[in-house]
C-alpha cells in the first residue's frame, strides 16, 4: 500500500446515548472549535438507550460551524435506501455542505428483526448494499423519475431530490472480501475501526480495495481511507497502539497515513474524560501528524522569486449585466504561479473542481428547461385551451422551482467559500488577497443575476410575456457564471492543494 497524498482530517466518534445528551453537544462543539474536521455518530436504531442518529446529526449540525457530519455508519436494513438518501441530502442542505453518508450493510440481525427489519445472509447483505448505493445516487441525480428493480430495493417512478449541496461521499464500513471489494468498486470511502481491523490487517484489506478499484477501472486513491481508533493517553511510551504520549500517537498515525493510504483518523474517546481525550488529540496528536506527512511527503513547494503582493483591481462598481462583459474580466488580477503540486487526486483543490463541474452541470440543466418551456408556450400561443394554459402555468412554476432550488445550493456554495476556505487561503498566502477579494467581489454579481432570474420567474406566471427577458437572464448567468468557475480554479486549485487547505 501507499500514501495516497489526500488531505489529512481528524475527527471524533461519539455514541449517541440519551441520558447523555448534553454531553455528546459539548464533545461536538468542542471538536468544532479545536479544528477537527469530521463528526460520526453510531446509528443503532434498536438500541433504546441511543439517540436517533439523523436527528442528532441536523441538531449537532445547528450547534456546530466547520466540521463535517456523517453516520458511522448508518444501519441500511432499517434505513430505506431511497429516504436514506434524502435525508443525507437534507443534511447536506441545511449545515451548508458539511455532510457525508457513511453506510454500512449491517449486523444484529436478531435486533434488526426486533424491529421489523429483515434478516440477511452475508451474501444478502452485501448484495442489499450494492443496490442501494445505486438507489442512492440516482436520488441525488436530477432527472425523470427513477425506476429500478432489485432483489431487495426498488424504485417505481420515483422522482430524485432534494440534491445535495457538494458532491457528497457514499463512505463504506468494510471488513471482509466482498464488502471490501464493493468498497473499492463503488464507494468514495473506507470507514474501518481499529476495535474490528487492528493496524496488522490494513494491509490486506487496503489491498483488497485497491485491486477491485483497479479492476473496475478506478484510481485506488478515488476511496478516501478514515480510520476509526480508539487508545490511551499517558505520560508513558509502550510497545501498544495509540498507548502513550502524544508523540507516541503521532508517530503511529503518521506511519498509517505514509504505509497503509489513511487520511482520515477519527477518535473514538474510551476514558474518564472524554473532553480532555478530543482536546489532546485535536491541539497535540493532529498537528504532529500533519507536520510529519508534510515532511515525509516533501513539504510545501518553495516560494517563486517574484511571489509578491498582486495589486487589487476591484470588479466594476457599477454592474451592467446585458454588458459583453460584466464581471470585467480583463481586470482581473492574477496571483503568482508555482508548479502544480503532484498526487493529490483527494484534495481541497479536486473537489473544488467536481462540485464546480457539478454547478456547471446543473446550470446547463437550467438552460435546457429554459428552452424547453419556452418553446412550448411558442406552440400553443395561437390557439391554448384553458388546460393547456393550466398546464403551462405548472410549467413556469415547476421551472421556478428548479431554478430556485439551484439558486439556493449556489448561494451555499458561495457562502462556505466566504467564511471558511478564503479566510484561510488569506492567511496563509498573503498574495491571494487580491485574487480571494476579487471572487468575493464577482460573488455579490452572480447573486445580482440570481436575484434578478428570480424575480423574473415570479412574474413570469401571471405575464407570459416575460419569457423573452427569462431567457436571455438565463444566458447572462450561465456566462459570468461559467467565467467565474474557470477563474476561480485557474488560481485556487493549485494553492489549495499545497496549502492543504480544509473546507
Known amino acids: 500500500m501507499t500514501d495516497h497524498g489526500h488531505d489529512?482530517?481528524?475527527?471524533?466518534f461519539l455514541t449517541p446515548t440519551a441520558e447523555g445528551h448534553d454531553d455528546l453537544v459539548r464533545l461536538a462543539?468542542?471538536?468544532?472549535?479545536?479544528?477537527l474536521e469530521l463528526l460520526g455518530v453510531q446509528d443503532h436504531p434498536y438500541q433504546p438507550a441511543f439517540l436517533d442518529t439523523w436527528?442528532?446529526?441536523?441538531?449537532?449540525?445547528?450547534?456546530?460551524?466547520?466540521?463535517?457530519?456523517?453516520p458511522h455508519v448508518a444501519n441500511l436494513p432499517l434505513r430505506p435506501p431511497a429516504v436514506l438518501a434524502r435525508s443525507a441530502a437534507t443534511l447536506d442542505i441545511l449545515s451548508g455542505g458539511r455532510a457525508e453518508l457513511g453506510i454500512g450493510a449491517g449486523a444484529f440481525w436478531d435486533a434488526i428483526a426486533s424491529l421489523g427489519g429483515p434478516r440477511r445472509t452475508p451474501g444478502e447483505a452485501v448484495d442489499a448494499l450494492e443496490e442501494a448505493i445505486t438507489v442512492i445516487r440516482a436520488m441525488w441525480t436530477p432527472g425523470p423519475g427513477v425506476d429500478f428493480e432489485g432483489r431487495h430495493h426498488s424504485l417505481a417512478g420515483a422522482r430524485p431530490g432534494p440534491f445535495p449541496v457538494h458532491p457528497l461521499g457514499i463512505w463504506v464500513g468494510s471488513y471482509k472480501r466482498r464488502m471490501l471489494e464493493l468498497t473499492g468498486r463503488l464507494a468514495d470511502g473506507w470507514l474501518p475501526s481499529s476495535m474490528y481491523a487492528p493496524?496488522?490487517?490494513?494491509?490486506?484489506?487496503?489491498?483488497?480495495?485497491?485491486?477491485?478499484?483497479?479492476?473496475?477501472?478506478?484510481?485506488p486513491a478515488a476511496?478516501?481511507?478514515?480510520?476509526?481508533?480508539?487508545?490511551?493517553?499517558?505520560?508513558?511510551?509502550?510497545?501498544?497502539?495509540?498507548?502513550g504520549p502524544p508523540e507516541q500517537w503521532a508517530r503511529q498515525l503518521t506511519e498509517l497515513a505514509l504505509t497503509e493510504g489513511m487520511s482520515g483518523f477519527v477518535l473514538a474517546p474510551s476514558g474518564a474524560d472524554p473532553e480532555r481525550e478530543l482536546r489532546t488529540f485535536a491541539e497535540e496528536v493532529a498537528p504532529l501528524v500533519r507536520e510529519a506527512v508534510s515532511t515525509a511527503r516533501g513539504g510545501s513547494s518553495p516560494a517563486p522569486e517574484d511571489d509578491a503582493a498582486v495589486e487589487l483591481t476591484r470588479a466594476p462598481e457599477h454592474i451592467d449585466l446585458w454588458s459583453a462583459d460584466p464581471l470585467g474580466e480583463a481586470t482581473r488580477p492574477r496571483a503568482p504561479k508555482r508548479p502544480a503540486t503532484a498526487g493529490r487526486p483527494g484534495g481541497t483543490g479536486t473537489r473544488l473542481v467536481r462540485i464546480h463541474d457539478n454547478l456547471r452541470q446543473e446550470m446547463r440543466q437550467i438552460r435546457d428547461a429554459v428552452a424547453q418551456v419556452a418553446a412550448g408556450r411558442q406552440d400553443a400561443a395561437s390557439a391554448r385551451s384553458m388546460i393547456n394554459s393550466l398546464t403551462l402555468r405548472q410549467n413556469y412554476w415547476t421551472l421556478g422551482s428548479f431554478c430556485t432550488?439551484?439558486?439556493?445550493?449556489?448561494?451555499?456554495?458561495?457562502?462556505?467559500?466566504?467564511?471558511?476556505?478564503?479566510?484561510?487561503?488569506?492567511?496563509?498566502?498573503?498574495?491571494?488577497?487580491?485574487?480571494?477579494?476579487?471572487?468575493?467581489?464577482?460573488?455579490e454579481v452572480i447573486a445580482e443575476a440570481l436575484s434578478r432570474l428570480d424575480a423574473a420567474l415570479v412574474t413570469l406566471v401571471q405575464d407570459d410575456s416575460r419569457m423573452g427577458e427569462v431567457q436571455d437572464l438565463t444566458q447572462v448567468l450561465d456566462r459570468i457564471l461559467t467565467s467565474h468557475l474557470d477563474y476561480e480554479e485557474e488560481e485556487l486549485v493549485e494553492p489549495l492543494d499545497r496549502l492543504r487547505i480544509n473546507v
Open 8 to 12: 489529512l482530517r481528524f475527527g471524533a
Open 29 to 35: 462543539t468542542l471538536a468544532d472549535r479545536s479544528g
Open 55 to 70: 436527528t442528532l446529526l441536523t441538531h449537532l449540525a445547528a450547534r456546530t460551524e466547520r466540521v463535517t457530519l456523517f
Open 199 to 219: 493496524p496488522g490487517e490494513l494491509t490486506a484489506m487496503g489491498r483488497a480495495i485497491d485491486d477491485a478499484a483497479l479492476a473496475a477501472g478506478r484510481d
Open 223 to 243: 476511496v478516501r481511507r478514515i480510520y476509526t481508533v480508539a487508545g490511551r493517553f499517558s505520560r508513558l511510551a509502550s510497545d501498544g497502539f495509540l498507548d
Open 405 to 443: 432550488a439551484y439558486s439556493r445550493t449556489l448561494t451555499t456554495h458561495h457562502t462556505i467559500e466566504d467564511q471558511f476556505m478564503f479566510p484561510e487561503l488569506r492567511e496563509k498566502q498573503d498574495s491571494l488577497g487580491p485574487v480571494v477579494e476579487r471572487l468575493e467581489q464577482e460573488h
